[in-house]
């Protein structure tokens, strides 16, 4: 199949109080037109920058970025629309809903008025919104009504991309939960491909076909929903899981957290995870791992899975 | 945390008075008994009394009447000189903290330098070497005044342009024109509303100064500068005749002044800093 999106050997540093981060460095992973990626990692991971790099807010210092066959490193394009994690700052608080879903088209300067206006009430439709709305600053919304709002502003552009950056985590349980179903048929409806970044595994489980779990700034797990959440192959990935206590007792004996996210400025050697790993042997400290498939489609950069294997 | 209502007082009393001052210089014609140039060599020096509510002056003029047309004068400079320092204070600040770089540095140090000049000096010069006008007043004070409005323009952009609302419109596309006409003004206006609030008594006072000192705008006009600097000599005699244009320049400024601090409090802002 044709891949929408593919990202190769991307890296993205910035100097922040003398010291070099490595926010993004080398990755790669690709996504076929309407599906959905969720890239998983704690904060810090280097998950909402790579969202950002691909959607063209930042541009990389090395590797390519490709969409539907262009490159496209540092370019906006209105086929991928980015929604930000925070809707409240995210919407201009000056500007009325209507205003604000409809000002891209008034950038596009493609339709008329009248078209302009039957296009926001679409949209407004789509994500669910009742058109009382319309006239409404962001400030007499809810944190739902919000990121629905920020949703439509991105529909609006008709993106074949979405890229949502943490879309539930600012929202309580039963609103988050609404907005998943919304973000599901949304995703049927309009054929669109989603990035969704989260540190919430439970969020990416309903929504995703493919997970990305990303540490310090690599990815070291990646591969299909049900790969990732039956047989979990880096201890990293086995770790985030534990996270979320599973009601099944045969499943609750996940190893729990330890330790702390690596400091960005100070990237251990060798396995980027291998001072938190209880798994660690000499080779970890030492050479970083390359991926390794351990079934078909589902890539794992961990020493340990390749010996367990062989 | 303020109160909701905070400043609401002030803000209408202040409101109110530039209400009324507008309304009587506005209304002069209307209001005013007598025509202010016309002389009464009779009634020279006359206190308060019925047919001249706040006496005449040395020539017999009606001082009310005065005082009403010289309150076109003063409103007229206090408002156009404010509306020139926003408009070139919003342009260099909003250019300067939205570009950054270069331009920043180079818009900035221009600010610094027409700061240091003391508008008072500068009219005093110009008016010296051209013909003393209303226009000229205005320009000189409205030309000196902007700085102060850059730099909080300037500042307020800053922290605004990293917001998260100004890379979602440049996710959709938006050019930098667009970004602040509809992104960045309307989210800066605020401070900028006190601050020119504030700035029109600043020029008011300027104005009646240079007028005092008898560069500004020429008698006949009445102005409450120069209509106090012929009064000066009757000081003694005469009461009425410094103290009411003196009153209504004390009134302009104070209602301005409760007006700007009242939209601070309103805006829930920190004190802004502002030129004298």
Same mark, same amino acid.
Request: net charge positive; charged share 15%; proline share 6%.
């Given at each position: ?310 | ?73 003063? $409103?007229? @400079?206090?408002?156009?000189? #404010? ?6 204070? *919003?342009? &260099? /600040? ?103 609030? $504030?700035? @029109?008594?600043?020029?008011? #006072? ?6 005092? *000192?008898? &560069? /500004? ?60």
């Amino acid at each position: 199949m044709a891949k929408l999106l593919k990202v190769k050997n991307v890296a993205y540093y910035y100097t922040a109080e003398g010291t070099r981060i490595r926010a993004v460095d080398g990755v790669s992973l690709s996504l076929p037109a309407g599906k959905a990626l969720g890239l998983v990692g704690e904060s810090g991971s280097g998950k909402s920058t790579l969202g950002k790099l691909i959607a063209g807010l930042l541009k990389p210092q090395r590797g390519c970025i490709y969409f539907a066959g262009e490159r496209i490193e540092g370019k906006m394009l209105p086929s991928i629309q980015y929604v930000f994690q925070n809707s409240t700052a995210a919407l201009n608080p000056r500007m009325r809903v209507k205003n604000l879903i409809e000002e891209g088209l008034i950038i596009q300067g493609k339709y008329r008025r009248q078209q302009r206006i039957n296009r926001v009430l679409t949209a407004l439709k789509a994500v669910g919104l009742p058109e009382t709305l319309l006239y409404r600053f962001p400030h007499e919304l809810s944190g739902g009504q919000k990121q629905r709002v920020a949703i439509a502003r991105a529909l609006i552009m008709d993106p074949r991309l979405l890229i949502l950056d943490e879309p539930v985590s600012s929202l309580d349980v039963t609103a988050g939960a609404r907005l998943l179903a919304l973000l599901k048929s949304l995703r049927q409806e309009k054929h669109l491909a989603y990035i969704l970044i989260s540190h919430d595994l439970a969020v990416v489980r309903q929504v995703c076909d493919y997970v990305a779990v990303m540490y310090a700034g690599k990815i070291v797990e990646r591969g299909k929903v049900e790969q990732i959440f039956s047989s979990p192959g880096h201890y990293y990935t086995k770790m985030l899981l534990s996270a979320h206590p599973s009601p099944d007792p045969k499943r609750r004996c996940l190893p729990k957290i330890i330790g702390e996210p690596v400091d960005p400025s100070h990237i251990p050697a060798g396995c980027r995870f291998h001072p938190r790993c209880p798994q660690a042997t000499f080779a970890c400290s030492h050479r970083p791992p390359a991926f390794f498939e351990i079934t078909p489609g589902h890539l794992v950069a961990c020493h340990r899975t390749q010996t367990q294997i062989f | 945390m303020e109160a909701k209502n905070a400043g609401n007082t002030e803000f209408l009393i202040g409101i109110s008075l530039i209400i009324i001052l507008s309304a009587l210089a506005l209304l002069a014609p209307l209001l005013a008994a007598h025509d202010p140039y016309e002389t009464d060599a009779q009634n020279w020096l006359q206190p308060p009394c019925k047919e001249h509510p706040f006496g005449t002056d040395r020539l017999g003029r009606d001082i009310f009447s005065r005082v009403l047309y010289g309150a076109r004068v003063s $409103l007229a @400079v206090g408002t156009l000189s #404010m509306l020139m320092s926003v408009a070139i204070g *919003f342009l &260099l /600040g909003m250019a300067a903290g939205y570009f950054g770089g270069v331009l920043d540095g180079l818009i900035m140090r221009f600010t610094d330098i027409v700061l240091v000049f003391p508008s008072m000096l500068l009219v005093l010069t110009l008016v010296a070497i051209f013909e003393p006008a209303l226009w000229l007043v205005i320009f000189v004070i409205g030309g000196t005044g902007w700085p102060g409005v850059a730099r909080l323009v300037r500042g307020e952009v800053l922290q605004l342009r990293t917001k998260e609302f100004i890379q979602s419109a440049r996710m959709l596309g938006a050019n930098h024109f667009r970004i602040m006409l509809y992104h960045l003004l309307p989210n800066a206006l605020g401070p900028v509303l006190v601050a020119a609030t $504030l700035s @029109v008594p600043a020029a008011v #006072m300027t104005e009646a100064g240079v007028s005092y *000192f008898g &560069l /500004g705008i020429q008698p006949p006009i009445p102005t409450w500068g120069n209509m106090l600097r012929g009064a000066q000599l009757y000081l003694r005699h005469a009461w009425w005749y410094a103290f009411f244009p003196g009153l209504f320049i004390f009134l302009t400024v104070f209602a301005f002044h409760l007006t700007g601090e009242g939209l601070r409090k309103q805006l829930g802002l920190t004190r802004v800093r502002r030129r004298g």
